[in-house]
């Protein structure tokens, strides 16, 4: 199954060239590498419109050569829902769009079950997943390795006027939070993670996916509450299928429903085709 996330309207893929993606975040337009976009635009791309393009290093990372001066970041929304957008050195913009069919899956879940609701974000990132559930009223607990991305999430909280004490923010090694979370009888009601291809914990700790990834959800599982609302798992890990996170769910949830396939996100000038960015699966009882 392709979720294509194609509500937006402060952002948009403009087209894709050669390894390169045009996009639109509100009113700047950024080019910067995509390694899916293997494939040519017969009309090339214009990238002199672009207020800025990324460009790799040969020693790692890169830069944004702009030609119109960026502020340091700006606001976006989606639907009622705001974030900030800040280019980094490593391409990335805090973040994910096409994420956004998550983040509706969520809050319609939260907004249905008419009660209190805990939700836990693993590798919550700049904590897009984050705010969308506490828009949608549930508590969050959000945890993240690097105290920047933990920080950006509190920015974010603080731009759609969340209140200070309904997200409680942990920089920590996600496993290990989870495991002293089993110790405390802790327990949630959704289950969000988006586990990177390799990463460092708080303390040094190594990540791997292909290793850690199926005993991150046993153990997290564990954390469920009685009346769960979903487990859900994203990916971006280059050759990992969407059937790998199907099958690690149904090997470790109780019976239930299980949706799982590609993200997408439509490209405007190429409206025959899809731009794939990763991979989802989500159970719901």
């Not at 390694?35 to 830069?63: E, K």
């Not at 280019?87 to 956004?100: I, N, R, S, V, W």
């Not at 997408?264 to 699966?281: F, S, Y």
Request: glycine content about 8%.
């Amino acid at each position: 199954m392709t979720f294509v996330a194609e509500d937006w309207k402060d952002f948009a893929i403009i087209e894709c060239h050669g390894g390169m993606k045009k996009e639109r975040w509100g009113d700047k337009l950024l080019v910067r590498p995509d390694p899916q976009v293997l494939w040519n635009n017969p009309s090339g791309m214009n990238i002199n419109d672009a207020d800025a393009v990324y460009t790799r290093s040969t020693s790692g990372g890169g830069s944004w050569n702009t030609k119109n001066q960026l502020p340091q970041s700006w606001t976006i929304r989606y639907k009622q829902l705001q974030f900030i957008v800040r280019p980094t050195d490593f391409k990335h913009t805090g973040l994910f769009p096409e994420q956004a069919v998550n983040w509706d899956k969520t809050m319609i879940s939260i907004q249905k079950a008419k009660r209190p609701i805990s939700i836990l974000n693993l590798f919550g990132y700049t904590g897009a997943a984050t705010i969308a559930a506490a828009v949608a009223g549930a508590h969050v607990t959000h945890v993240d390795a690097a105290k920047g991305m933990v920080d950006w999430c509190k920015q974010n909280a603080q731009c759609n006027g969340i209140e200070h004490d309904k997200i409680r923010y942990i920089v920590d090694d996600c496993l290990k939070f989870v495991q002293r979370e089993q110790r405390r009888g802790k327990k949630y009601d959704g289950i969000i993670m988006d586990p990177p291809s390799y990463g460092r914990g708080k303390d040094g700790e190594t990540w791997k996916f292909e290793k850690h990834f199926a005993e991150l959800v046993k153990e997290s599982v564990c954390l469920l509450s009685d009346k769960p609302l979903f487990f859900l798992v994203n990916s971006y890990t280059t050759a990992i299928s969407p059937i790998v996170l199907k099958n690690v769910l149904t090997s470790q949830l109780p019976s239930g429903t299980i949706e799982y396939g590609e993200l997408a996100l439509p490209i405007q000038k190429q409206p025959t085709m899809l731009l794939p960015c990763g991979i989802t699966a989500r159970w719901t009882p």
